[in-house]
């Protein structure tokens, strides 16, 4: 049967449960998404009830002491705690049968997970032991439980006036003599960094905020007093990879240290399942995002907006958490970008794959590096190997090293053992196939004319090209190269853009800003799979459903100062104009639609453009749109890639194409009577038609899915 998804409820910003004047909701997450048993909740108080009249009762027991009052807001906020698992009614009256009253169900969920991602992957290997925790040094130890879990702790350590970190000393009671200062919110601010670790939804998480031990109470849930070092916006740092990333627990964070971030006052946060080298699932990234914001609330309180930054798989994660699950994400800064993983990303890769496999086994004609190149549409025909091997991610044995080796599949010794690959870590969205017994699989190349733009500027001949898509072949369900083209299971093509596990762009990612920035590699002598057309992609996908990308802004240059790094001062730049775009936006008090509360929010700095490729680079300002004429173009020619070689858009958002017999019209070129009876052999079923959608190609089911 196929997998079925549920919507999930209305989100906890929107109309909370109100009758009259008063009003109540959660400020820590979700009201039906509560995790760890406990909810920072407030409510809202009309002027004529005075909060001593004011009751609040979960399941009829009596929480009121929890709340404290801010006069000023006219507002009582309180950590409700003690919550069972499961729906919990939360009462608000204020006195005799007619006086106003408000309820709300908080709907809790175990702290190890799952909320909305659907069964916990198993086997599932912890580790904490290998965890190193930064600055402090030593590991998290032995975990207490199945679940991975360890004890919560908090560090502490300190920048020095040397620019390096140390731990702070035990029992403190006056600071460090090389003690440095953060300037946050005008004010200097001792650079001491508290950074709490924990466990959520089986992953190790980990939040960091400048605090003031010595000064300053133990941080709470206080929506009025914030510490002196904290701006308000709190950053998720999101890691990247993909191969490998399944049935473990991971020993890394997205990182909480990093000393720009921090010295400007921002809050920072991770998981290891926001690490896809971890996790390579998008849907469980949001989960553990969910919930360790949730976290952070009920320690701080209500952050003025999360900005999601991350590279390469990080921006996998943003863009695909940003549409799917709105409200985790306020804004994204991504680096080394693709839309999604499932698809951008693996079409691209495994046709890398098929193309390179082909030309290396001794094709009946000779083919040039630039004729091989021509047909694969990258800058340097060198990406096409060097991306082939992270391809490898489709197969189920390749990237198997975190399952123990008798536990893992093999088609003839252990056939029904664990399958690694993306397919099978996804397999609560795609289902499994009943004849197979593996997830369901969304790939597909049939009717795919490999080098179809090189056949018709002459590059390439006929005989070359009807070699090539006669012999090019496709992948069985363990990813071994064979004759026959791959064909999706179509449940698992419905199922993928249904979910947004091929990123849409119309869901939350339609209201919110985003910075793309680019560190250029397709020139890499070696090649690289962070190629620059997938920023094209994700832009044209924003076009296609939301018709304006106004909300999208692109930033390239030479990887001077490496990937994505705030050493680079276009990255920094990046997340200062994204904190600004996000303060305005929410200044905007108007009624007019949020695209265009966006668009006349974005500061007047924050403009397309690139770095010229000099050791002292100058900001040329000017679209990034591809245009050949332009000079961000001729410094940082923007290629192509397969598919689109074979004629689909770029917006590579075509999982299964729609066909049509083949037209001569379609070919700059003369057939010979036998060569196009070859076609015709060769594409029995018909050719790409990439002027109709693909083949159950539809818009989102909604957000907030729940598997």
Not at 435 to 462: H, K, M, S
Not at 519 to 546: C, Q, W
Request: aromatic share 8%; proline share 7%.
């Amino acid at each position: 049967m196929p997998v079925l998804w549920l919507p999930g409820a209305a989100v906890a910003d929107g109309p909370p449960a109100r009758l009259g004047e008063l009003r109540v909701d959660t400020l820590s997450g979700r009201a039906d998404m509560v995790t760890g048993g406990d909810a920072l909740v407030q409510v809202d108080l009309p002027r004529h009830v005075p909060p001593r009249r004011v009751d609040v009762t979960v399941d009829g027991r009596d929480v009121t002491g929890a709340f404290e009052f801010d006069d000023a807001e006219r507002t009582l906020t309180g950590l409700v705690t003690g919550l069972a698992e499961g729906p919990n009614e939360l009462h608000v009256t204020t006195g005799g049968s007619n006086r106003p009253s408000a309820e709300l169900t908080l709907i809790n969920h175990p702290i190890e997970g799952p909320v909305f991602s659907g069964p916990h992957q198993q086997p599932f290997a912890c580790e904490t032991e290998g965890f190193e925790v930064p600055v402090v040094g030593g590991t998290l130890g032995a975990p207490l439980d199945e679940n991975c879990s360890i004890e919560t702790r908090v560090d502490y350590f300190y920048r020095t006036t040397s620019d390096q970190y140390a731990p702070w000393p035990a029992q403190a009671s006056a600071y460090p003599d090389d003690l440095a200062t953060a300037t946050v919110n005008g004010a200097q601010v001792p650079f001491i960094v508290r950074m709490e670790t924990g466990t959520v939804n089986r992953a190790v998480y980990q939040t960091s905020i400048l605090h003031d031990p010595l000064a300053e109470p133990e941080p709470e849930p206080d929506v009025t007093t914030r510490p002196a070092g904290w701006n308000g916006a709190a950053i998720y740092t999101l890691g990247g990879g993909c191969a490998g990333g399944w049935y473990r627990q991971g020993s890394t964070t997205g990182g909480v240290t990093d000393e720009v971030l921090l010295g400007q006052g921002y809050a920072l946060m991770s998981s290891s399942l926001n690490v896809f080298g971890n996790n390579c699932s998008d849907v469980t990234a949001a989960e553990s995002a969910m919930m360790v914001k949730e976290l952070f609330v009920e320690r701080h309180g209500p952050m003025d907006h999360t900005i999601g930054f991350g590279c390469s798989g990080g921006s996998y994660q943003a863009h695909q958490m940003a549409d799917n699950y709105p409200g985790i994400l306020d804004g994204i800064v991504v680096g080394c970008s693709f839309p999604d993983v499932g698809f951008s990303t693996v079409n691209f890769i495994t046709d890398a794959w098929l193309l390179d496999h082909y030309f290396t086994s001794d094709p009946d004609v000779a083919w040039t590096e630039e004729e091989q190149r021509a047909v694969t549409g990258f800058v340097t025909y060198a990406t096409a190997p060097n991306v082939a091997w992270g391809a490898r991610r489709i197969d189920p044995r390749a990237f198997c090293d975190s399952v123990p080796a008798e536990q893992r599949y093999h088609p003839d010794t252990n056939p029904g053992g664990v399958r690694c690959g993306v397919y099978d870590h996804t397999v609560n969205v795609y289902g499994v196939d009943p004849e197979t017994g593996f997830a369901r699989r969304p790939l597909d190349n049939v009717g795919i004319q490999y080098g179809l733009a090189a056949l018709n500027d002459a590059t390439i001949t006929p005989e070359q090209f009807l070699d090539l898509n006669e012999n090019v072949g496709g992948f069985d369900d363990d990813a071994t190269i064979g004759p026959e083209r791959s064909e999706a299971d179509l449940h698992a093509v419905r199922a993928a853009y249904r979910t947004g596990r091929l990123t849409n762009g119309g869901g939350g990612l339609a209201e919110i800003p985003i910075i793309d920035h680019r560190s250029y590699a397709d020139d890499a002598p070696n090649g690289d799979i962070h190629v620059r057309y997938h920023t094209f992609s994700m832009r044209e996908r924003l076009e296609k459903a939301n018709g304006t990308s106004v909300n999208h802004v692109s930033l390239l240059d030479d990887r001077m100062h490496g990937w994505f790094s705030t050493q680079n001062p276009l990255v920094v730049h990046a997340v200062t104009q994204m904190d600004r775009w996000l303060r305005n936006i929410a200044a905007d008090d108007s009624d007019r639609a949020q695209i265009d509360k966006i668009a006349s929010a974005r500061p007047a700095e924050l403009v397309d453009g690139c770095q010229t490729r000099e050791p002292n680079p100058t900001f040329i300002a000017e679209p990034l749109d591809r245009d050949p004429d332009s000079t961000c173009e001729q410094l940082y020619p923007s290629a192509s890639f397969p598919r689109e070689v074979a004629g689909e858009s770029v917006a590579a958002d075509i999982i299964k194409c729609r066909r049509k017999d083949p037209d001569p019209a379609d070919y700059a070129v003369e057939w010979t009577d036998e060569q196009w009876d070859r076609l015709q052999a060769i594409f029995a079923d018909g050719v790409c038609d990439y002027s109709e959608p693909g083949v159950e190609q539809q818009g989102l089911a909604g957000t907030w899915l729940r598997f």
